[in-house]
């Protein structure tokens, strides 16, 4: 997508060789107008694919998946990474280690909430090593339903993530595929 492309020249910022904020219009405020465009871009990559429902991990995720819900005209979920008071028992859970902040999270999601019948899209601000995708990919196939697609705004090509989703077979559409950060950079793949 040129559009998130030019925004990631003009306002990204590289930290170290592996990090890209974009803290002007995703990961802090939020563009909303953008935003919207993004969500119609991923429901656009993915209708032939029949989703019933967006899931995302909190919390830069859910404004993209909260518009490609939008777009969908589907409902969207977020998975949080801890377990509220308000949860009721009947829950699947997993564990994802978090690469941005070096921690593991245990994430959950109520029985039910998912059902054999639902075919799921996944919407995540970022891939780099694929824990949070495929930490997604398991409660989603706990809960017996469909993983349809995986829609990532920012790609790190150069991280393990698209491979290793690859290889485990889902399809997977990257608004913006970053090659390399080094020297402070944005090289991008296509
Ligand atoms: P993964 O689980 O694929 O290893 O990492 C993806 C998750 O870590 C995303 O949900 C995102 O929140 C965070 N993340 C990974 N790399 C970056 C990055 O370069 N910039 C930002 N802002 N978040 C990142």
New binding site residues.
Partial sequence: MEELKERIIKEGQVIGS?????DRFL?HQIDPVFMQRIGKQFAKLFAPQNISKVIT?ES??IAPAVMTGLALQVPVIFIRKKKPVTANEEVLVTD?Y???KKVTNTIYIEKGLLTPDDRVLII??????????LGLVRLIELSGAKVAGIGIVVE?SF?E?RRRLDQAGYAVHSLARVASLEKGEVQFLD
Avoid: C, P, R, Y
């Avoid at 592996?18 to 974009?22: E, G, M, T």
């Avoid at 995540?124 to 995708?133: C, I, K, Q, R, V």
């Fill in positions: 592996n990090i890209l904020k974009v990961n991990i830069s995720g994802v978090s690469f941005t995540d601000d970022f891939l780099a090593n694929g824990e949070a995708s790190k991280q993530g």
